[in-house]
């Protein structure tokens, strides 16, 4: 469940995982910085460059990942053409999907051990305070590689209900997924307490 790295070897899962987290939080701060369509297309560009370098098998299991963002983006549409605000939509829309590709380059071409390590560090200072730095990293790399996870459950289920059921599935499969999301916790806690607990 926690493999989400790609298996396809790029440049990218060379770098060091704190160069890589550094340089996503600098295209964060840039792309926020960018308020027209045009400037912000062309930084999506570059991001497909990116992925692009990697090879059409990364760049496909890129793009595959960043499925679950059509849901918000297809309310984001909807609401800005109520509101007449199409300009705004695509802006906000474009840099949602950049910033969002750029951290799942980051999380596809970095180890979950290299994550921690590095939240590890950052939270060091947290720890006069009493709060474990390694609980605390721990918490936070889970929390990144559970998301895509459990959206990929979803799916799942919605499938199953679907090859069941004529209707849509709806709130229905809130149920199912929250038990499969205890199950999955469940199953990391084991596998931390077999190998030593969260430190």
């Given at each position: 469940?926690?493999?989400?790295?790609?298996?396809?070897?790029?440049?990218f899962h060379r770098l060091?995982?704190?160069?890589?987290?550094?340089?996503?939080?600098?295209?964060?701060?840039?792309?926020?910085?960018?308020?027209?369509?045009?400037?912000?297309?062309?930084?999506?560009?570059?991001?497909?460059?990116?992925?692009?370098?990697?090879?059409?098998?990364?760049?496909?299991?890129?793009?595959?990942?960043?499925?679950?963002?059509?849901?918000?983006?297809?309310?984001?549409?909807?609401?800005?053409?109520?509101?007449?605000?199409?300009?705004?939509?695509?802006?906000?829309?474009?840099?949602?999907?950049?910033?969002?590709?750029?951290?799942?380059?980051?999380?596809?071409?970095?180890?979950?051990?290299?994550?921690?390590?590095?939240?590890?560090?950052?939270?060091?200072?947290?720890?006069?305070?009493?709060?474990?730095?390694?609980?605390?990293?721990?918490?936070?790399?889970?929390?990144?590689?559970?998301?895509?996870?459990?959206?990929?459950?979803?799916?799942?289920?919605?499938?199953?209900?679907?090859?069941?059921?004529?209707?849509?599935?709806?709130?229905?499969?809130?149920?199912?997924?929250?038990?499969?999301?205890?199950?999955?916790?469940?199953?990391?806690?084991?596998?931390?307490?077999?190998?030593?607990?969260?430190?």
């Amino acid at each position: 469940m926690l493999t989400l790295t790609s298996p396809v070897e790029t440049a990218f899962h060379r770098l060091p995982a704190g160069t890589k987290l550094a340089a996503l939080a600098l295209a964060a701060v840039l792309l926020f910085r960018l308020g027209t369509p045009a400037a912000l297309g062309l930084a999506l560009a570059g991001v497909g460059a990116l992925y692009l370098a990697g090879g059409a098998a990364f760049a496909r299991h890129g793009l595959v990942m960043l499925r679950p963002l059509w849901p918000v983006l297809l309310i984001l549409a909807a609401w800005h053409l109520a509101t007449g605000d199409v300009r705004g939509g695509l802006v906000v829309g474009l840099r949602l999907v950049a910033a969002v590709a750029l951290a799942n380059l980051v999380t596809m071409t970095t180890r979950l051990t290299d994550l921690i390590a590095v939240a590890e560090r950052l939270a060091a200072p947290l720890g006069r305070l009493g709060l474990p730095p390694r609980r605390l990293a721990l918490a936070l790399a889970l929390a990144i590689r559970f998301v895509p996870v459990m959206t990929d459950r979803l799916g799942t289920i919605r499938e199953a209900w679907r090859a069941r059921a004529p209707r849509r599935p709806g709130w229905r499969v809130l149920l199912p997924a929250t038990l499969a999301a205890l199950e999955d916790a469940d199953r990391v806690a084991e596998a931390l307490r077999a190998r030593g607990g969260a430190g």
